[in-house]
C-alpha cells in the first residue's frame, strides 16, 4: 500500500521561506513523477510543481522563482523549496505521485503566511 507522508508546513510571516518534504513508502518512486499541488479555501487544486522521474520539473506561473521542487531517489522523498512566501501562497499541500493512470495522494500540510 502506498503512502505519502508530508511535513514541514506551519505559519511563516509573508516574505518567509519553507521546505515541504513528502517521504513516500510502499510503491515505486524512481519510475514516478511527482507534484505538489496546494488548495485555499473555496478554490479548487491546483499543480504548483512537477518533477519527472527524469528530473525534469515544471511550475505555476504564480510560484515560478519562488518554489524549487526537487526529489531524493535514494530516500524516496520529494521537496518544495518555498521562498519569498505570501499570504496568497497559504493552502494545504499536497503531495501526489503518478505512475501511468494511478495517483496517489498524500494528507496534505497546511502553510500559513500571516503577519
Given amino acids: 500500500q502506498v503512502q505519502l507522508v508530508e511535513s514541514g508546513g506551519g505559519l511563516v510571516q509573508p516574505g518567509g521561506s519553507l ?10 518512486f524512481n519510475v514516478a513523477a511527482m507534484g505538489w499541488y496546494r488548495q485555499a479555501p473555496g478554490k479548487q487544486r491546483e499543480l504548483v510543481a512537477a518533477i ?13 522563482g519562488r518554489f524549487t521542487i526537487s526529489r531524493d531517489n535514494a530516500k524516496n522523498a520529494v521537496y518544495l523549496q518555498i521562498n519569498s512566501l505570501k499570504p496568497e501562497d497559504t493552502a494545504v499541500y499536497y503531495c501526489n505521485r503518478r505512475i501511468g493512470t494511478r495517483s496517489d495522494w498524500g494528507q496534505g500540510t ?4 500571516s503577519s
Avoid at 515541504?20 to 510502499?26: H, I, K, P, T, W
Avoid at 497546511?110 to 503566511?113: A, F, L
Fill in 52 to 64: 519527472t522521474s527524469g528530473g525534469s520539473t515544471n511550475y505555476a506561473s504564480s510560484v515560478k
Fill in 19 to 28: 521546505r515541504l518534504s513528502c517521504a513516500v513508502s510502499g510503491g515505486a
Fill in 110 to 113: 497546511q502553510v500559513t503566511v
